[in-house]
Structure formats: structure tokens, C-alpha cells
């Protein structure tokens, strides 16, 4: 029985990322800096990963500590520019109201 093989649109929506996630996953690891698996080459230049090597993946991942996921990074942008607008209106609050006292 042959291992089943992933396309990158399967691969990214079993992690849950894009799929430029998935190719800027693979970039990082041809340069030492993932350990995220390659995927093969078949006829006609077509990527593919093989199943147990995303299963393995996975395993490892959970027993590391992960990298924030884009969710997790859109809060902290979301919270970030909620903290600005609310310190802009904290600060325009400030100026009408010493506008009343003189």
C-alpha cells in the first residue's frame, strides 16, 4: 500500500495556514531554519507530501512550543490598534474637557 500524498491546498488546510504559508514553511526548511517536511517532486514538477511525514510533523509540534498561528497574530494587531484608537479618544476626552474648565 502507497503512502497517500498531499496537495499544498491539503497540507494548508490541514494546518490550518495558507498555502504561501506552507511554501514560505518549506523555503525556511531548505535554509535549516524549519524542520517543516519537504515535499516530493513528481512528474511534471508537481509538489506532493507524503501524509506520514505531515502526520510526524504534527506530533512533533505538539510536544514543542509552537509559533504564534496568523489568527494569533491578527488579535495582537486587532488589540494594537485597538489600544491606539482608544488612547486617541482618551487623549481628544482630555482636551474637551479642559476646554469646559477655563
Known amino acids: 500500500m502507497q503512502p497517500s500524498v498531499l496537495l499544498i491546498n491539503d497540507v494548508a488546510e490541514m494546518l490550518k495556514v495558507s498555502p504561501s504559508t506552507i511554501s514560505r514553511w518549506c523555503e525556511e526548511s531548505r535554509n535549516g531554519k524549519s524542520r517543516f517536511p519537504l515535499p ?5 514538477g508537481k509538489r506532493r507530501w507524503l ?3 505531515i ?3 504534527l506530533a512533533d509540534q505538539s510536544t514543542a512550543t509552537q509559533a504564534p498561528t496568523a489568527i494569533d497574530r491578527k488579535r495582537r494587531r486587532n488589540a494594537k490598534a485597538f489600544q491606539e484608537r482608544q488612547s486617541a479618544t482618551d487623549m481628544a476626552l482630555e482636551r474637551y474637557r479642559g476646554k469646559g474648565k477655563q
Request: glycine share 10%; proline share 9%.
Open 55 to 57: 502526520v510526524s510533523y
Open 40 to 44: 516530493i517532486s513528481i512528474k511534471g
Open 51 to 53: 501524509l506520514p511525514d
